[in-house]
């Protein structure tokens, strides 16, 4: 017993220590750069005159993690010991101290502190009765502090000067340190890089994956915080706003808001003028009396003159004082000025109808800030440049075809994220699936449902982008032996993301086209051997092309791109053909024309067509003794009806 209690003591002396000396390294951190300050309350683990808690940084589970809770002793707690004390008591939401002087804390940053220490008191069961409030007094790169007690006292601080009470009726002039709890220093700047917690972009982290469903989960995990705990700027900041909005584009029904910040949030992300443009463009020919917004902090001569050359008439820019092509003016503002222009930058773009937008905080808390759930998520009114696409492979195929899959598969680099589907046979069928008026047999019928379930699987049970498609007769043509066919197929998305041409179904292996211009056939897109501005472009041909001596891909639409071998879709063609698959009329390539046909989706064919059938070697269900595959149809006056 003797040696156990000694333990204990001597372990508590060193947990005391230890304390010690993180009280004097906060204390001497908290004081740094606040010399001019009137002294205001201090951290409850510099002061001990509150209790702080400690969670481990690993917060794998958070709402059974053990933590710490230090008092005035200080006293370790267990679980249930601590939740009785904390709720008990306000959690007093601080700012993070290292924050205070580095350059990368930007306005939004201390907004993000609030918003997950929030998150993580409520995950954790830590706020009771006794509601949350902010306190950010301190200086910082966004807020200068008073230098008098009487200014401190009657003056509002960070927080307040411009944003509403987390908790309204709550305001730390009335508490003292015995109401008030905090979390730790080290707590809120690790639970700040948690992966779980909300992220404005990708800090860097090994699971901060910058896709669209990594950021749809941290914009509907930030809505229902601020749905929660009444995170919404001033009133008198967002009317202030609605005026600025109101004078900019009175007159548009239509706006498309571009936020191009000079400062990017992740190393070696490059967004060009180029990219701006192409959405402004597209934007504008669907909506010829649209109005562009463009907001940045960029002095950067080929940004500013290219959309003022380019689309001169159509562009407003906010705020216009920000703007010198010689020096930027956001260097001279003062704090107040520079906080309230990111305040009101994030207000404005969040009014727009389309929002453009690279990784930032104030694009990002634009999105925050619109006016409703639906709209706030709606994939069509966020184009985020920044977003890395996914994109699902599936391949349709009977057993015995699977090995040819495979290998086919294999020697793209695709065979590790396909997904090889069972198709479907006449014993799948149902009375409901078919439409009165099908003519199909039961094969083709089977075929169509085969399309019609990658269709559902892919919109349904997943978020990916896009969509490759593949039936188990496909094999690479010839021609393309040697191209980097997995990034011919990135760069098809890169392509349509960055609107240099519009593609909702791309055919991969069309077949019996009517492939003349006086048939219809039009290009949209090509991309030359030398094109530089394609990474991947320069090693596609790493040969002379022996086809037809072509040395560049075109995307083109036509009248008749039938085939469903090989396609790729995004979710806007996916829902076009699942719409049009079922009940079941036609077979799966008609339902592809059709698509084009009936203006459901974007529907265009590259060729030199990447796929073929492999028809001599594995014949085919649907059409026996059928061994010809072609991409342009070969037979005189088939292509009569489509001549223009």
Not at 63 to 86: C, H, I, Q, W
Not at 141 to 170: H, I, Q, T
Not at 530 to 535: A, G, N, Q, S, T
């Amino acid at each position: 017993m003797v040696a156990w209690a000694l333990l204990a003591f001597i372990t508590s002396v060193l947990a005391l220590q230890h304390e010690s000396a993180r009280f004097i390294g906060l204390a001497n951190e908290a004081e740094s750069d606040q010399s001019s300050c009137s002294p205001y309350r201090p951290l409850c683990e510099v002061s001990g005159s509150c209790p702080h808690v400690q969670v481990p940084s690993n917060l794998n589970d958070l709402v059974n993690a053990k933590f710490t809770v230090y008092t005035d002793n200080p006293m370790v707690l267990e679980r249930f010991g601590s939740l009785k004390v904390l709720k008990n008591k306000h959690l007093r939401i601080r700012t993070n101290y290292k924050c205070l002087r580095h350059p990368e804390c930007s306005f939004f940053t201390h907004s993000l502190f609030v918003m997950n220490q929030l998150k993580l008191a409520k995950r954790m069961g830590l706020i009771g009765n006794k509601k949350p409030f902010v306190y950010m007094p301190e200086k910082s790169g966004n807020f200068d502090c008073y230098e008098s007690a009487k200014e401190l006292n009657s003056k509002p601080d960070f927080w307040e000067k411009w944003f509403e009470p987390v908790s309204p009726g709550v305001h730390w002039r009335d508490l003292d340190d015995a109401d008030v709890w905090e979390f730790s220093q080290e707590t809120i700047l690790s639970s700040f890089f948690d992966f779980r917690m909300i992220h404005a972009f990708p800090y860097g982290g090994k699971n901060d994956k910058g896709t669209k469903s990594w950021i749809s989960a941290n914009r509907f995990e930030a809505w229902k915080v601020m749905q929660d705990f009444n995170i919404k700027p001033k009133a008198h900041l967002r009317n202030e706003a609605g005026r600025i909005w109101q004078k900019l584009v009175s007159n548009s029904s239509s706006v498309l808001g571009i936020f191009a910040p000079k400062t990017k949030k992740v190393p070696g992300e490059k967004i060009k003028s180029e990219d701006y443009q192409n959405v402004a463009k597209s934007f504008l020919s669907e909506n010829p009396n649209g109005t562009l917004l463009l907001a940045t902090d960029s002095n950067e001569n080929e940004l500013l003159h290219s959309f003022e050359e380019k689309l001169n008439g159509k562009l407003v820019m906010y705020p216009s004082a920000r703007f010198s092509l010689e020096q930027s003016s956001v260097q001279r503002m003062d704090k107040d000025a520079k906080s309230k222009n990111a305040l009101m930058n994030a207000l404005i773009l969040s009014k727009v109808s389309v929002l453009a937008k690279s990784w930032s905080e104030i694009g990002e808390f634009a999105v925050y800030f619109r006016n409703d759930r639906k709209t706030q998520f709606e994939v069509n009114t966020v184009i985020d440049f920044s977003i890395k696409p996914t994109m699902a492979v599936y391949a349709i195929a009977l057993e015995k075809r699977w090995d040819h899959v495979y290998s086919q598969l294999k020697q793209l680099g695709l065979h590790k994220k396909a997904e090889i589907r069972r198709a479907s046979s006449p014993s799948d069928i149902r009375y409901h699936m078919v439409h009165p008026n099908c003519n199909l047999n039961v094969y083709e019928i089977s075929c169509t449902l085969s399309h019609h379930h990658i269709y559902s699987r892919f919109l349904e049970q997943t978020q990916d982008d896009y969509a490759l498609i593949f039936e188990d007769d496909f094999e690479l043509e010839p021609q393309y032996k040697g191209v980097n066919i997995a990034k011919l197929i990135d760069d098809l998305i890169t392509i349509k993301k960055t609107q240099k041409a519009k593609w909702d179904i791309v055919n991969l292996g069309r077949c019996y086209d009517c492939c003349e211009s006086s048939y219809g056939q039009k290009e949209i897109f090509r991309i030359p051997k030398d094109k530089v501005d394609l990474p991947a472009m320069k090693n596609y041909f790493v040969t002379k092309t022996s086809a037809n001596d072509s040395e560049s891909v075109s995307l083109v639409t036509s009248k008749s791109a039938s085939c469903a071998h090989a396609y790729l879709v995004n979710r806007k063609g996916a829902k076009a053909l699942l719409d049009l698959s079922m009940p079941i009329l036609d077979i799966s390539d008609d339902v592809l024309v059709q698509s084009g046909e009936k203006k459901m989706a974007h529907y265009v064919s590259i060729t030199p067509r990447i796929f073929r059938q492999r028809r001599k070697h594995l014949g085919s269900v649907l059409n026996p003794g059928d061994t010809n595959d072609v991409e342009c149809n070969p037979y005189k006056g088939a292509c009569d009806w489509a001549r223009v």
